[in-house]
């Protein structure tokens, strides 16, 4: 399975070189939203955060090793149009951020997968639910206790971080200052000793 893969690639694979598009209706293409590893929000809350993007599948019918799944791009978006138009018009254009509950170690799969069946897909959903809504789910009120907990600590570590790399940074920055100061008192000094200059 080819993954990740470019656009000219895809286009020389799937036909693009004999003719634009050339073939382009016989091709299986999925547009999909897929979880992104957000490092800088990642790093900020001191937890897994994910955004979703829009991904491409194309796929030759009959030819199970000639897969590409890889970010959508504009290109991808005019060439296959139709296929973009039937993704839009069915997606509700929500855009999920958060901790996903599948990559929570708090849940199996199981239950994240439950869970999604009632639409909460992140652990900031889970601990945010209301108790009306999560009657009906079975053992919510821990889950929602376990999700708090989490995300309470991923607070207060995400803001131990930045104070220890505050203190790093004025650290740097005194640092910084006493060389300055340093080289200017030898520069005072040479400049007592040679009163010539």
Sequence with gaps: MLTEADYSMTDNAFGGSQGRNKGDDTLLVKFYKH??????????????????????????PGNKDSIIIRPAMDLDKQRFSVHWAKYKARQDDDQIEGTLLEMWPGVTRAIAEELKFFNVRTVEQLAGMSDVNGAKIMGINTLKQR???????????????????????????????????AGREVEEEEDEEDPEE
Excluded at 37 to 52: L, M, V, W
Excluded at 154 to 172: G, P, Q
């Design 35 to 60: 979880p992104r590893f957000n490092q800088t929000k990642s790093h900020e809350a001191g937890r897994p955060i994910y955004d979703e993007d829009d991904y491409i599948s194309i796929m030759q």
């Design 147 to 181: 999700a708090k907990a989490y995300l309470d600590l991923s607070d207060k570590t995400a803001a131990a971080d930045a104070l220890i790399t505050a203190n790093a940074r004025i650290d740097e920055l005194m640092a910084a200052v006493e060389a300055l100061k």
